[in-house]
């Protein structure tokens, strides 16, 4: 996939690479096909749901979803409420939900377990078991983790993890989402 920004981490994909991705990434549910090429279409739809738009001139971020997402980034682990986010952002809970959601393109508590999954995927990958991968991303115990996991990403933190360990030359073709469009529910 070629990336914005001569495939900066973080930097905005193109149009034409979300169409793609969002192709691809169907095609491969459609054919039930798991490779490397379909999960890193996932990925980068996913980062893309993770960033705000772009913004110009006339419409900057909003400053209450500005400390509100980076909050969330520098907290995942935390207990956090939306009571709590709202009064850091200054506006009322709905307010925050509806303009957080019109931003960023999922609410906030969205949001929130897409960093929890993502450090968990990070954990995993670094050989922690579960258990503790789970309290440490903020679930309240392995199998919220789970049942997160398999939801957003269609398959378990486990098979995630033996995928992680296996020696690159055996590894199984990478797992796709069972259901993409969990990602933006």
Known sequence: MDRDSDGIPGAR???????????LVAAGLAADL???EHEEALA???AALAQPPASGP???EPACVARVREHLEGHSSSRLSLQDLAALGGVSEGHLVRTFHAW????????LQL???????RMLADGLPC????????FSDSSHLTRLFRRLLGYTPSQYAETQRAPRSVRPP????????ALSA
Do not use: F, I, K, Q
């Open 44 to 46: 980068l739809l996913g």
């Open 58 to 60: 006339e419409r900057p």
């Open 131 to 138: 258990a503790v991968v789970a309290l440490r991303a903020g």
């Open 13 to 23: 994909a193109s149009g034409r690479d979300l169409a793609r991705a969002v192709t």
């Open 34 to 36: 798991r490779t490397r």
């Open 104 to 111: 960023v393109g999922v609410p906030p508590h969205s949001y």
């Open 174 to 181: 990478s797992m796709c989402p069972a259901r993409p469009e």
């Open 115 to 121: 960093l929890r999954v993502s450090e968990a995927r």
